[in-house]
């Protein structure tokens, strides 16, 4: 999979190309393959910018071991098919979370008192960077009310579906 990401366009975090796009976390884009809605992501791909950061990347290259062989299959056919997901650049990387939490400090200090895994709070530094729409299934720390509330003042949306994106 590793060489499938490898030659989807990437981009600066700051870049203006960045701007404006659907975020996927790694949780939503395992399920996406998991319950076969690759025609969800291509209709959302045909109305707007998707991304990955190139940290929710490394994070699904690190599970990828225990995804299911079929549904890292699905993926792979469907990445080299439509390789229209760009990948947003992050200066962090899974798994050190020191660097995690800088990274979130620099854009948001207060953001780690409400959620408390920086690893989980890096995709929202870059939704809010680039001004993206998050898709998560990650509903213990990044869709919860009191996050919603939080996130007003950057107008950061955050979906579980893709049906809850207005198109």
Same mark, same amino acid.
């Given at each position: ?9 990437? @981009? ?17 884009? +395992?399920?996406? =393959?998991?319950? &076969?809605?690759? &025609? $969800?992501? !291509? ?20 599970? %990828?071991?225990?995804?299911?062989? /079929?549904? /890292?299959?699905?993926? !792979?056919? =469907? ?5 229209? *997901?760009? +990948? ?8 050190? /979370?020191? &660097? ?13 008192? %409400? @959620? ?8 929202? @530094?870059?939704? +809010?960077?680039?001004?993206?729409? +998050?898709?998560?299934?990650?509903? $213990? ?24 994106? *207005?198109?």
């Amino acid at each position: 999979m590793k060489e499938v990401f490898e030659k989807l366009t990437r @981009i600066d975090l700051h870049d203006e190309n960045a701007k404006n796009c659907v975020l996927l976390d790694t949780c939503f884009f +395992i399920h996406t =393959f998991e319950h &076969q809605k690759e &025609q $969800h992501l !291509r209709d959302l791909m045909e109305k707007r910018q998707v991304a990955m950061t190139s940290f929710n990347v490394e994070e699904f290259l690190y599970k %990828e071991h225990s995804v299911d062989e /079929r549904v /890292r299959e699905y993926a !792979r056919k =469907f990445l080299k098919k439509y390789p229209d *997901i760009t +990948i947003i650049n992050v200066p962090v990387s899974p798994g050190n /979370r020191e &660097q995690e939490k800088m990274f979130v400090n620099l854009i948001d200090p207060n953001l780690l008192s %409400e @959620i408390p895994d920086p690893s989980d709070a890096v995709i929202m @530094i870059a939704g +809010i960077t680039t001004n993206s729409v +998050i898709l998560t299934k990650d509903k $213990h720390h990044l869709f919860t009310t009191k996050l919603e509330n939080y996130l007003q003042k950057y107008n950061l949306k955050v979906f579980k579906e893709y049906h809850d994106i *207005i198109l």
